[in-house]
């Protein structure tokens, strides 16, 4: 049920694009998702395809997903590095254990092509 209301806050965003720009047909649109976050791009499609089957502007649009890898910082040596997974303990480069999680957007509409 999470992507389902993250479809819906897309959906949100996308209407409003639509209207400000006074758009015909979205034909794709690119989102980034960050590598730690929990969301099933098919459950993103699927959702998008349920909710927007009555939407003529919305409904046949392609859906492109891009991971983004998440990043700590360390707290030692004020290294930011990259990581794959939520598992990482210490910083990579000097082995310290005071690093913090970069927050960042779970899932962020990039660009719409229309
Ligand atoms: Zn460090």
Request: aromatic share 8%.
């Amino acid at each position: 049920m999470h992507e389902y209301s993250i479809t819906c806050s897309i959906l949100d965003i996308l209407n409003k694009v639509v209207k400000e720009n006074k758009i015909k047909k979205i034909k794709k649109i690119n989102f980034e998702i960050s590598s730690i976050a929990h969301i099933e791009p098919d459950s993103i499609e699927f959702y998008y395809n349920f909710l927007t089957k009555d939407n003529n502007i919305l409904k046949s649009a392609k859906l492109k997903f891009k991971k983004k890898k998440a990043q700590i910082k360390c707290g030692d040596c004020k290294e930011i590095s990259n990581i794959e997974n939520l598992f990482v303990t210490e910083c990579p480069k000097c082995s310290g254990r005071n690093i913090k999680f970069i927050s960042d957007d779970e899932i962020k509409i990039i660009s719409v092509e229309t």
